[in-house]
């Protein structure tokens, strides 16, 4: 059994050293798939280009005068992708925050980025870890947005008045 045993570690351990010494050399085990592999993406690369010729000749050749250029279009795409920018920034998100009792300032501030409310809920929790704020936070349920400045969310969450 030990001669077994002694048997197989030594086969394990020169299989080792043979795939550290093959990897040392920078030799792939399979160089055959290596080259067939190399071969498959030089065609497709091929392929890839004339598809490209193909159809930047037929837009060419399909223009009539009065249509647009390509080139146009890119710049009505680029114009119409900054338009969308614009109006995804300028939505507002809006959610409620429940507070009750025993919760924390990291809680507040989790929930409010959970809704999406505020892109990092550190910020409104060190903002309400201030002594004005920190000390009369009210318990219940509250609607905050993210057009809201933090002291407008502060001022909501504790019960004052917002200026």
Avoid at 32 to 42: D, F, L, V, Y
Avoid at 59 to 71: D, F, T, V
């Amino acid at each position: 059994m030990k001669k077994l045993l002694r048997g197989m570690g030594i086969g394990l351990f020169l299989a080792g050293a043979t795939f550290t010494v093959l990897d040392y050399m920078g030799e792939p085990l399979s160089q055959g798939t290596a080259k067939n592999e190399q071969k498959e993406i030089a065609e497709l690369k091929r392929q890839l280009t004339d598809a490209n010729k193909e159809i930047a000749s037929l837009k060419a050749s399909s223009l009539s005068p009065g249509e647009i250029s390509p080139q146009d279009e890119e710049t009505a795409e680029q114009t119409s992708s900054a338009n969308k920018e614009d109006t995804e920034k300028s939505t507002t998100v809006s959610g409620t925050i429940y507070i009750y009792e025993g919760v924390s300032l990291y809680d507040i501030g989790k929930q409010a980025e959970d809704a999406g409310i505020i892109p990092n809920g550190r910020e409104l929790e060190l903002f309400l870890s201030k002594p004005e704020y920190s000390r009369s936070i009210q318990k219940g349920q509250f609607e905050l947005n993210s057009d809201m400045s933090m002291e407008e969310m502060a001022r909501t969450l504790t019960g004052k008045t917002v200026e």
